[in-house]
T-cell receptor, first 117, second 112 residues
């Protein structure tokens, strides 16, 4: 299995500022992803973090707003830029690990709870 | 892209009863279907999964069935216990299992 940690666990930010969330995996996962989860809602995929190249964004999410880096196989960052209250959410990273206990699956980080005032 | 629909949104059962959660998907190329359990304030945890070449899979009190023709899959929990209370998400994956699309979630409440 893979153990995934995120920093910070939570933050309160002022509108117009940016926050960078870090995701660290203890295994060399094949893929890393970033999701957003509004309270009481499902998980929405923001983007796939590609090692050494630009992330692949889902419809409705753009690089200028959510720049993502993945310098190596075990680390990724997501920046929420020029924040507004609508960005208040839980942001989760995940790692897809082939050959895990469930053969191939995604493991999730604990999430970063963001509140924008 | 893939569209996954899940129902019911909430489900309340008596301890010991069975619970069934159903999902449908739109893309026939989807080939991997995991189920996640998320307790309040915690991360989603994989509880069971099924591949498109299998019709049913069971793990103790939980089972998943898949109907590829109808493009739907279901989670079955038998002998429910209060600790089964959580939000359950289904997901579908195409492109070799990596990108997941999640259902809207089912909040299961098991009453003691």
């Amino acid at each position: 299995s893979a153990v995934i940690s995120q920093k910070p666990s939570r933050d309160i930010c002022q509108r117009g500022t940016s926050l960078t969330i870090q995701c660290q995996v203890d295994s060399q996962v094949t893929m890393m992803f970033w999701y957003r989860q509004q309270p009481g809602q499902s998980l929405t995929l923001i983007a796939t973090a590609n090692q050494g190249s630009e992330a692949t964004y889902e419809s409705g999410f753009v690089i200028d707003k959510f720049p993502i880096s993945r310098p190596n196989l075990t680390f990724s960052t997501l920046t929420v830029s020029n924040m507004s209250p609508e960005d208040s959410s839980i942001y989760l990273c995940s790692g897809y690990l082939a050959g895990g206990p469930k053969v191939e699956t995604q493991y999730f980080g604990p999430g970063t709870r963001l509140l924008v005032l | 892209g893939e569209n996954v629909e899940q129902h019911p949104s909430t489900l309340s059962v008596q301890e010991g009863d069975s619970a069934v959660i159903k999902c449908t998907y739109s893309d026939s190329a989807s080939n991997y279907f995991p189920w996640y359990k998320q307790e309040l304030g915690k991360r989603p945890q994989l509880i069971i999964d099924i591949r498109s070449n299998v019709g049913e899979k069971k793990d103790q009190r939980i089972a998943v069935t898949l109907n590829k023709t109808a493009k739907h899959f279901s989670l079955h929990i038998t002998e429910t216990q209060p600790e089964d209370s959580a939000v359950y998400f289904c997901a579908a994956s195409i492109n070799n299992f990596n990108k997941f699309y999640f259902g809207s979630g089912t909040k299961l409440n098991v009453k003691p």
